[in-house]
């Protein structure tokens, strides 16, 4: 850590320079004819510096902010000034390998990205980029339930307060370094707040402020150079311009005089509406990634940024879709704080229609005078009511500049496409005579309006919302902490928090026929070791990936139909825990879905339960102090023959908790919320730890385990190369939008079924299959393409029933019955696809049907969740 602070500013001969490259895309892509001469003229401010300014700023007066009379309009931002969308990312993206350059490919692999509200917070996402860091920006929007992990003013804004309200409050904890982006670096008031705020809570050793330009006087820079060295840090700058601002004395006065002035003529006619009324206004429902932050509110991961980048040419594709045939200027329209989400909407719809078609701006907060003059930044303003309900103080008028045509014809839009969160999407937005979409509707040929899903998240730490109940035994206030990814498993923190104790560094595999001795001989029980984690082969793997292309709409439906029936019945406060491991996927995607069609961010628990030693209660402890015991709704993914609901009633008996398991399949006919009582294969049951997040199944030891210790698990990072579990994900969430409809429809005839609630048919079928193959213990006989899968991964199979007829469903049991030298026998009038039966006298030796032993070799392994 270098203690000396070091500003290096660009085109300074008294400070360090970092050299933007000379013809850089941001600035040169689209040359700007400087619009500051009409300020320049009347109020005597001037800007002073490197040649490169005018191409990246004009000047403009504010109206109603009397601590700074200017505004520097950036060509290049997005915001004031409609421009090309490459431009726009480009201008954050270069400064962003700028940095990486700067910091070094170590450093940069720990440094987190904090961009400024509402102005930068494109720029900033876009530095993240090229940074390819995971990033935050502050924000103005306060969200019920999130506490703040830091705050800073912004002095000379209009509306100063700024919240920082990560999901994950260790995003801003680490000691890598922290980059602050902004859009111009004018006093250094502002970053100097945010540096003092966040090193108070969490020091580092360096710190590195990007902008634009860097137009600081002399005293400026010297504070923040004193700062840096009182809090012993590092402190470079990173800006592709810089410069002065020369202000008379008397500028407060002469901008008030030149606004009172230009006021008359300040808004100049928007613009005719056509012929025909006002334009026509289309809603295009973009298929948005279920789970995807709109922006970086709340935090933005690398895992995010790809996620977006796939999604984006079939977003744009349905934008495209929307636009009418012949147009040829097209500007997409965000909203305040929302840019990121709309500039990449915004380019790769350009680059889907091609040529140089396509324009993209914000909407802001800041009230700027309008003037329609070729020498001025500002041409001209559409003011409205905000429409997102604002509690933070701000004004309640918006603004969108230089989008209605002004004087000039050749300036008008033939169609404005606003992209707006769902936050946004009021009444106030559509109706009254100065709604937006009203004025844009009078100033263009068509308006198209996309609402995207507003991110919102789930405390890391959740807050508690209710009195611990009962089962918050005396003597045990202190309970354990959740486990989060990445540190443990592969989901990200957001989507899930484990209630398990990470024993990863702990030797529990044993080879399966070991296992299966002691289990049979009552020597040990199942949860107190793990099978050998070994890999499919590539056959198998392949397997895998045909039945996940060919069943992910039939899970993404069932997930719908569940999510539908749980938020109906249990109201939009229900909390998902799901049962580790099989069902933590599930969960995951019953999440997803609430989020995709509803806005909701419910939080998600992985709890482990254990056949004949029941649910952890240590977990059950932590669900009650931080929730209300009915709103917790227990996830799995399919029933057998029902163990598993049968021991879930009984451990929550009386404790308040609703024992009504949800899952996607019930051929046991164990549960009344399901998605289809069909059975037919989930592909996570086709794998092992690397289609549920790395993690092992759940293990209950003592020695390992204590009283006041949650169930334990193991992380199995080592196989990180071969994981899937987003994959599987990705894929079903991607069918959401075209099972929306049916997923709904499915939870209308869910209820209104009369034979919803269960007759435990499946345990009748068991017990029959049990007399007939002479086998005196059903926990032997695992119903269903689930549970037979399992039985082929980690038990010692002896045989397998499948009804005769079933297709491909049962082509990987096929493949995993050949391994193991088991026998698959047709039969008639079962009530499953399958059922696996476990050897019903094992000992080494008797591993197949006919008693011979059959390696495996080591190519298959077990797969996801308890026995059941």
Avoid at 531 to 555: D, K, N
Wanted: hydrophobic share 40%; glycine share 10%; proline share 8%.
């Amino acid at each position: 850590m270098t203690n000396a602070p070091v500003n290096a500013g660009h085109e300074r001969t008294d400070e360090r320079t970092i050299a933007p490259p000379k013809a850089g895309p941001a600035v040169t892509a689209t040359p700007q004819t400087w619009t500051g001469r009409w300020v320049a003229d009347r109020a005597g401010i001037a800007l002073t510096g490197s040649e490169r300014l005018p191409e990246l700023v004009g000047l403009a007066l504010r109206s109603g902010n009397p601590k700074r009379a200017h505004l520097l309009v950036s060509t290049v931002l997005g915001k004031h000034v409609p421009q090309r969308p490459s431009v726009v990312h480009s201008a954050g993206l270069e400064l962003g390998r700028r940095v990486r350059d700067l910091l070094g490919a170590e450093a940069a692999g720990r440094a987190v990205v904090l961009g400024y509200a509402e102005t930068a917070t494109g720029l900033g996402h876009s530095v993240a980029d090229g940074l390819d860091a995971p990033y935050l920006h502050s924000t103005r929007r306060p969200v019920p339930g999130l506490d703040p992990v830091g705050g800073f003013e912004e002095e000379h804004s209009h509306a100063t307060s700024h919240l920082l309200l990560p999901a994950d409050p260790g995003l801003l904890a680490g000691d890598g370094p922290l980059v602050l982006v902004d859009d111009e670096f004018s006093t250094g008031r502002t970053v100097l707040n945010t540096i003092r705020d966040l090193h108070a809570r969490h020091p580092r050793g360096h710190y590195v402020v990007v902008a634009l330009v860097d137009l600081r006087s002399a005293a400026d820079r010297r504070r923040l150079d004193e700062a840096a060295a009182e809090l012993g840090v590092r402190l470079d700058l990173v800006a592709t311009a810089s410069g002065g601002v020369e202000l008379p004395e008397d500028v407060v006065a002469r901008a008030e005089r030149l606004i009172a002035e230009a006021a008359p003529a300040a808004a100049p006619p928007a613009g005719e509406p056509p012929a025909a009324g006002p334009a026509p206004l289309d809603r295009v429902e973009l298929d948005w990634p279920a789970g995807l932050p709109d922006g970086g509110r709340h935090g933005f991961t690398a895992r995010d940024r790809a996620r977006l980048d796939a999604a984006l040419p079939r977003l744009a594709g349905q934008l495209a879709e929307a636009l009418p045939a012949g147009a040829r200027r097209v500007l997409v329209l965000g909203f305040e704080e929302l840019m990121y989400a709309p500039l990449r909407l915004a380019d790769a719809l350009a680059e889907r229609l091609g040529g140089d078609r396509v324009r993209f701006s914000t909407t802001t907060r800041s009230p700027v005078l309008a003037v329609d003059d070729p020498g001025y930044a500002i041409r001209t303003r559409l003011a409205f009511p905000a429409h997102d309900d604002p509690r933070d103080g701000g004004s309640s008028e918006r603004y969108a500049y230089n989008v209605a045509p002004g004087s000039d014809p050749a300036r008008r839009f033939d169609a404005v496409v606003l992209v707006v969160d769902d936050v946004a999407d009021t009444p106030a937005l559509h109706e009254g005579e100065h709604a937006l979409l009203g004025q844009l509707r009078r100033v263009t040929d068509r308006v198209v309006l996309a609402v995207l899903p507003s991110h919102r998240p789930v405390p890391v730490v959740p807050a508690p919302l209710a009195a611990p109940s009962s089962l918050s035994a005396p003597g045990s206030s202190e309970l354990p902490a959740p486990l989060y990814g990445p540190a443990f498993s592969s989901y990200p923190a957001e989507e899930v928090a484990w209630l398990l104790k990470d024993l990863s560094g702990v030797a529990l595999e044993a080879p399966t026929e070991e296992r299966e001795e002691a289990v049979q001989n009552g020597g040990a029980h199942y949860a107190e070791s793990l099978p050998v984690e070994y890999q499919p082969s590539p056959e198998y793997q392949e397997l895998f990936h045909q039945a996940l292309r060919g069943s992910a709409g039939r899970i993404a439906l069932a997930v719908g139909t569940v999510a539908e029936t749980l938020l109906r019945e249990r109201g939009p406060g229900l909390v998902l825990a799901s049962l580790a491991r099989a069902g933590t996927p599930v969960g995951i995607l019953v999440r997803r879905w609430l989020a995709f069609a509803h806005g909701l961010s419910v939080p998600h628990y992985a709890v482990s339960i254990v056949r004949g030693r029941g649910i952890d209660p240590v977990a059950l402890r932590y669900l009650a102090a931080h929730h209300r015991a009915r709103d917790v709704v227990f996830v799995d993914g399919w029933t057998g023959k029902g163990a598993i609901t049968r021991e879930l009633a009984d451990a929550l008996a009386g404790t308040g908790f609703d024992p009504d398991l949800a899952v996607l399949a019930d051929p046991g006919r164990c549960v009344r919320t399901y998605g289809t009582r069909d059975d037919f294969l989930i592909p996570s049951a086709c794998l092992n730890s690397t289609v549920s997040g790395l993690v092992s199944r759940t293990v209950l030891r003592a020695g390992l385990i204590g009283p006041d210790d949650f169930h334990g698990a193991k992380h199995y990072a080592e196989l990180a190369g071969n994981d899937v579990s987003a994959l599987f994900l990705d894929a079903v969430a991607a069918r959401f939008g075209e099972v929306r409809a049916a997923a709904v429809e499915g939870a209308d005839r869910l209820a209104a079924d009369p034979h919803r609630e269960p007759d435990r048919a499946g345990w009748a079928a068991v017990e029959r299959i049990s007399a007939e193959y002479g086998i005196d213990n059903v926990n032997l006989v695992k119903p269903g393409v689930g549970e037979t899968t399992r039985v082929l991964l980690r038990r010692v199979p002896w045989r397998i029933l499948a009804r005769r007829g079933a297709g491909a469903d049962l082509d990987h049991v096929r493949l995993l019955a050949a391994q193991r030298g088991v026998e698959v026998e047709e039969v008639d009038g079962l009530p499953y696809t399958c059922v696996g039966l476990i050897h019903p006298r094992y000992s080494r030796g008797a591993t197949g049907g006919d008693g011979r032993a059959v390696a495996d070799g080591g190519t298959v392994t077990e797969t996801t969740g308890r026995e059941s």
